[in-house]
């Protein structure tokens, strides 16, 4: 799943080619996404002036002036400028149609994207943003923040982490990474981490998430970014997915447990 790092490199990727241009239609071939996309909605923007792309968790915000249009990547989907007399391929499910030949194309072979329309003024209601935690780079994501939230909590700190409604952006990979770099042990109830140890972590999430933003995202299988080029930050990885290896600081052997269904690396002797 394309994570923050992923969604924001698309972002800036596309912005270029869309703010300031108008929307000459929209196009929906395949309306069953994770969501049924609202086709008839999605008319009101056609001739709309499109005057920023935005990003808020992991969903793209294309602010027009007749509303918002809101894109989800979901498991596997891919955004691409490109000219509008491109053939289509069968999981092309999405086009924006632009006013100079050229349009954004949404390819989601898994269908767990989305698109939405958000009409002028309705957008800080939606459902699906309004019980999102703060932004990483917010001023009010600080290591009291995190203390303040995990208080009495058992949860294990990396569930505590990747939770959206504590802080958005923070994915499988991240969390591992940002857990290692601040010492402290994956498994660890989120209640019992000290506040000086959790402004250590969140000042560690904001390091990770910008140099993966710097260098283009993660690279995975089903990403590439807005220009059709891979990420490489999967290369600067410290302990995630590195099975059978050792920890780049003490050399002890990396160990791995499942967590909520997921994977997590880390070192029995550097985090505790």
Known sequence: MPELPEVETTRRGIAPHLVGRCIARTV?????????????????????????????????????????????????????????????????????????????RLRDPRRFGSVHWLPAGAEPEHALL????????????????????????????KAFLMDSQV?????????????FAAGIHPARAAGRVS????????????????????VGGTTLRDFTDGAGEPGYFRIELAVYGRTGECCPACSTPLRTLRQDQRSTWYCPRCQR
């Open 28 to 104: 929906v071939r395949e309306p069953r996404l994770r969501w049924p996309v609202p086709v008839a909605a999605l008319s009101a923007a056609d001739g709309a002036r499109i005057e920023a792309v935005e990003r808020r968790a992991k969903y793209l915000l294309l602010r027009t002036t007749a509303g918002t249009i809101m894109l989800h990547l979901g498991m596997s989907g891919s955004l691409r400028v490109i000219a509008t007399t491109e053939p289509p391929f069968v999981h092309d499910h999405f086009d924006l149609e632009l006013d100079n030949g050229q349009c954004l």
């Open 167 to 179: 802080v958005v952006g923070v994915g499988n990979i991240y969390a591992n990474e940002a857990l």
């Open 195 to 214: 506040r000086a140890r959790y402004e250590s972590l969140a000042g560690h999430v904001r390091a990770i998430l910008e140099r993966a933003i710097e």
């Open 130 to 157: 309004a019980s999102l935690g703060p932004e990483p780079w917010d001023s009010t994501f600080n290591g009291e923040y995190l203390h303040r939230r995990a208080r009495g909590r058992r949860r294990s700190v």
